[in-house]
C-alpha cells in the first residue's frame, strides 16, 4: 500500500510555528522581564522603559496596511530573511543603550522589521496553503507564542541573573537569528503556486468527508478593499479588531498586578502559568471548531469563553475563582491571535486577504497599544479593577457582535 505524502503545507506551519515560537515572545511575553535591570541600570522610570515597546507596537497602526501590501506584491520570501536579520540586529542593538533615546530609536528599527517578518506574513502564508483545516493549520502557527513564551521566560531569567541584561537582549537576538532565519529561507513560501502545489483541501474530492468549514464555503468579495470603507460591515469588523485589541491588551497587561496586589506573587505566577499553558492548547481547540463548525461557532465560543473570564476575575478575592478564570481566559485567549485572521479570510476571501488583514491589524494595534493603558488608568482613578473588568467584558461582547455581524452582512456582497 504507498504511503500517502505529507501535503507541504503542513511543513509551512512547521516553519510559522518556529516564527512565532521565537520572534513573538521577546516583543510580548517577555519584554518586562528586563525592566528591573534596565532600569536601574539606566536610571530610568518603568514608564519610561514601557515606552519603548509602545513605540514598537503603535507602529503597527501606521504601517500594517503597507507592509500588508508589500507582503502581498512582492517577494515574500526575500521580504522576510532580510526582516529577521535587520529585528536580530535591531534587538541586539538594545544592549548597547546608554539612555532611553537609544531605546527608541532601536525599538523603531524593531518594530518595522518585526512587522514585516512575524504575525502578518504567517497569517497570509496560512491563509494561501490552506483552503481545509485553515483553524487548525493557523491556530498551531499562533501557538508558538505560547510555547516560546513557556520555553523561553525560564530561559531570560536565567540568562538575566548570570549574564545581565545586555549580553541576554545579544543572546536573545542569535536565538532569533539561528532559528527563525532558516526556517524563513528553507521551508517557507509564500503561495503554494510558487511550488507547483495547490492549496490544502482545494482539490478534495469527498465532500461528504470533508469539514464542515466556512471555508468550504468561501467565496472572495466582489468589491475591492478600498470599496469597503463605506460599508457598514466593514466597520463592523474593524470595530471588532479594535476591541480585541483593547481587551486582550487589557487583560494580560494587567492581570499580573492585580493577581500579585489579592493573593501575592506566588499565586500571580501560578495563574499566569495556568493560562499560558491551557492558552496553548485553546489555540488548537478553536482552530478545530472553525474546521468543523465554521468561523461563526469558533468566534462565539472564544469570546463567550473570554468574557466570562472576567466575571470570574471580579470575584477573585476568592483563590478558587481565580483558577477557574485561568482555565477559561487560557480558552478563549486565541480570540487576540487565531480569530483575527481567520475572521478576515472569512470576510473578505483570500484574494483581497493581504490588504485587508493590513487594514484589520492596524485597528487590532491601536487596540494593543491603549488596552494595558486604559485598565491602569480606571485602576488609578477608582482605586480598584472593578470598573475595568466590567467594561472589559461589555467589549469583549462588541467585538463578538462586530466580527459576526461583519460576516453576515458581508454575504451579499461575495462573488457569485
Excluded at 249 to 270: C, D, K, N, T, V
Excluded at 285 to 297: A, H, K, Q, T
Aim: hydrophobic share 50%; aromatic share 12%.
Amino acid at each position: 500500500m504507498e504511503k500517502k505524502k505529507i501535503h507541504y503545507g503542513w511543513y509551512i506551519v512547521i516553519g510559522c510555528l518556529l516564527i512565532t515560537c521565537t520572534m513573538v515572545p521577546p516583543i510580548m511575553a517577555l519584554s518586562n522581564k528586563f525592566l528591573i535591570q534596565v532600569t536601574e541600570e539606566l536610571g530610568l522610570s518603568r514608564s519610561g522603559f514601557t515606552l519603548a515597546n509602545t513605540i514598537l507596537q503603535g507602529l503597527g497602526i501606521f504601517i500594517s496596511p503597507m507592509v500588508s501590501s508589500r507582503l502581498a506584491k512582492g517577494d515574500m520570501r526575500k521580504i522576510q530573511c532580510i526582516s529577521i536579520i535587520g529585528f536580530a540586529l535591531s534587538y541586539a542593538s538594545y544592549s548597547l543603550a546608554q539612555n532611553a533615546i537609544h531605546l527608541y530609536i532601536s525599538s523603531v528599527f524593531i518594530g518595522v522589521f518585526w512587522l514585516n517578518s512575524a504575525l502578518i506574513p504567517v497569517s497570509m502564508m496560512i491563509t494561501n496553503w490552506f483552503t481545509k483545516k485553515r483553524g487548525l493549520a493557523m491556530s498551531i502557527a499562533m501557538a508558538g507564542i505560547g510555547v516560546g513564551g513557556t520555553i523561553f521566560s525560564p530561559i531570560v531569567t536565567m540568562l538575566l541573573e548570570k549574564y545581565g541584561w545586555r549580553h541576554t537582549y545579544q543572546i536573545m537576538a542569535l536565538i532569533v537569528l539561528v532559528i527563525a532565519l532558516p526556517a524563513a529561507f528553507f521551508i517557507l513560501r509564500k503561495r503554494p503556486e510558487d511550488i507547483g502545489l495547490k492549496p490544502y483541501g482545494s482539490d478534495e474530492a469527498d465532500t461528504k468527508t470533508a469539514d464542515k468549514s466556512s471555508d468550504k464555503k468561501e467565496s472572495d468579495l466582489s468589491l475591492e478593499v478600498q470599496q469597503c470603507w463605506p460599508k457598514f460591515f466593514f466597520w463592523l469588523m474593524l470595530i471588532g479588531m479594535l476591541c480585541n485589541g483593547l481587551i486582550n491588551s487589557g487583560s494580560l497587561g494587567q492581570f499580573p498586578p492585580a493577581i500579585e496586589e489579592m493573593h501575592g506573587p506566588a499565586i500571580q505566577a501560578a495563574i499566569i502559568s495556568i493560562y499560558s499553558m491551557v492558552g496553548i492548547f485553546g489555540k488548537i481547540v478553536l482552530g478545530r471548531l472553525n474546521d468543523r463548525f465554521g468561523v461563526v461557532v469558533s468566534t462565539v465560543c472564544g469570546c463567550v469563553a473570554f468574557a466570562v473570564s472576567f466575571i470570574f476575575m471580579l470575584m477573585g478575592s476568592n483563590v478558587t475563582m481565580l483558577y477557574i478564570m485561568a482555565v477559561l481566559f487560557g480558552l478563549g485567549d486565541a480570540i487576540g491571535t487565531v480569530t483575527p485572521p481567520l475572521v478576515t479570510a472569512a470576510v473578505f476571501g483570500t484574494k483581497k486577504y493581504g490588504q485587508a488583514y493590513g487594514i484589520a491589524n492596524s485597528f487590532t494595534q491601536v487596540g494593543l497599544t491603549c488596552g494595558s493603558l486604559m485598565v491602569a488608568a480606571i485602576y488609578d482613578g477608582t482605586g480598584a479593577y472593578t470598573s475595568a473588568w466590567i467594561l472589559l467584558f461589555i467589549l469583549t461582547i462588541v467585538t463578538l457582535v462586530g466580527w459576526i455581524g461583519s460576516y453576515a452582512l458581508s454575504r451579499k456582497y461575495v462573488e457569485k
